[in-house]
């Protein structure tokens, strides 16, 4: 660990990751809590993709995009927390330059993905209710291929010039990274020369994420709802469909607000300590991926029914299974 200022002709090609400075004494214990949430988004999201992928009357655009949004969230949490468990139980905490940029590159990628897919299925939701007529005609294959271009044209010019610029820059000073990953501002404050493009950057990509998705999204939620609640007739509809967008509503802001806070800290200079910003930059990746399954699977009456009947067809199946091999036993 080299942290003393060297020279300028030097390069660090080798980092540690120093997440949660004041708990490395109780860094095994925080195994814990992050072992179970990250057993728990394994357990959710890879039950929701099985439920929507084996049932095909769920086979529709706005499941699909769900099924997604599940296979998103089990990769980019997968790129985070089983090499932050290496470190809190092993020490494991070292990682090349090569290895830094491209965990750097996977977790904004895949986050600005999860972007484009909340803001499509807002777009979906908008058309589905607002204009029913014109759904199937705009929603269609040839409108998720062409989502599916725009998405990673996007996301990968956008996030690869983010990480080139990091990579170009000269590291002679410390070599400890605060944080429990590679974070793209965590890396560039440790440069040794102007990191002014760098911090260019990460604004451009915030700008060209939340300031162009959320607008798109808060529209679309709010005509939503005041569609839904001119037309329902029942009160106990219009406090459903107020929940439900409401919650959608939440998760995304989280999502959104404490990823936006977490990536401008150092742009702004905000003065937030370094235990708090780590676990900022944990939950708004963490936390929407855990609630995810509940929010779209859950209280969602196709998916729930679905499970519910995939679970009684193959209980029914091993109670046969075990009925028909008792009888075996005993003739």
Known sequence: MLEAPLSRNFSHCTFVLRGFPSLQKHRRLLALPFSASYLLVLLGNSLLVYVICSVERLHSPMYLLICTLCFVDILVVTTIIPNMLLGFLFDWNEISLVGCLTQMFFIHFLSSVESTLLLAMALDRYFAICRPLRYNEIINSSMLVRLVLFTLVRSVSVMATLVGLAGSLQFCGSNVI????????????????????????GLAVIICFVGADIPIIFFSYMKILSVVLRSAAAGEDSRKAFHTCSTHLIVMMCFYLVGSITFLSHNLNIPIPTDINNSMGLMYILFPATINPIIYGVRTKEIRDSFLRIFKNRAKKIMTAKVSSAGKEKS
């Open 178 to 201: 605060q944080h429990c990953y590679c974070d793209h501002m965590a890396l560039v404050s440790l440069a040794c020369d102007s990191t002014s493009r760098s911090s260019a950057a």
